[in-house]
């Protein structure tokens, strides 16, 4: 299993419009991480899961996509963009469940991060150890939106002893250094070298 966790710096407005999903909070990145954490070519990762930690009317959320139990969402930006839309509507109805395979909850980010003891989290930084050259075990992996992670968040994270992994020298959207692990994990996986 491998997952995902996305840290969303810009508030998101409940009733944002899936007309401008970049002013919206940056929905259209989100939704960019979403689906590069789960989509294949015409399937869906069964084995990965994304988390998108944000605030909505002063609160913290996490909104979880689980690619195991995923239905009825396609790839493109609209189509997750409606889905985090309708998640968070249904978070202040105070609700968790949206639809099979996604959750919302209220949540901060330690108490999320508890609830992987046992599993290592990386944290997806440029000046990192080379992804080649690391170990992982059942990987969580941690990454900021375009504003990166805030040094608060990083210290919070820097409890659970994360690895510091680096993907190489360059500085990689989030939603490309999402692909980029999934192809590294992929490649160790099935021992393509």
Known sequence: ?????????NPIKPDFSLNDLPGSGRVDLIARCVSSALWLSHNVRRDTNIHIC?????????????????????PDERNIASWIKKAIQIALENKERVQEGIIIRKIDIETFLNEFTGRDIVILKE????????????????????????????????????????LGPKSYLASHAIVLVNNEMDRKLYNFT
């Open 54 to 74: 944000f605030e909505t009317n002063g609160v913290r959320f996490v909104l979880s996509f689980f690619g195991l139990k995923i239905k009825r969402v396609s």
């Open 127 to 166: 000046e990192g150890v080379d992804i080649r050259k690391v170990e992982l075990e059942n990987p969580v992996f941690i990454l900021g939106d375009h504003l990166d992670i805030p040094e608060n968040v990083l210290n919070i994270v820097k409890k659970f002893n994360p690895k510091i992994v680096s």
């Open 1 to 9: 299993m491998r997952d995902f966790i996305l840290y969303v710096n």
